[in-house]
């Protein structure tokens, strides 16, 4: 448990950032699986874009590690390049 006020203020930004980085990794994750689940090539071309900044702040910030970042960009571009 916290011993003083600076471990309790610690606890409390934790927890904070913890449900911050969830939430965005979250929302992440459901773009990234809207596009694998989209049948229609255009649709996928013009949601990629945003997705990739998405992944890309969640990189910059220290969510995920930036060569998670890049396998999950170039898997979407893997996957739109292979739609018929």
Do not use: W
Request: aromatic residues 4%.
């Amino acid at each position: 448990m916290a011993n003083n006020a600076s471990a309790e203020k610690c606890i409390r930004q934790s927890e904070r950032h913890r449900l911050h980085n969830k939430y965005y990794a979250k929302t992440t994750r459901n773009a990234i699986r809207a596009i694998r689940n989209s049948s229609d090539k255009k649709a996928a071309e013009a949601g990629a874009p945003k997705v990739y900044a998405m992944i890309d702040k969640l990189a910059k910030i220290g969510v995920i590690h930036k060569n998670k970042a890049a396998n999950l960009k170039s898997g979407i571009a893997v996957f739109i390049n292979k739609m018929a």
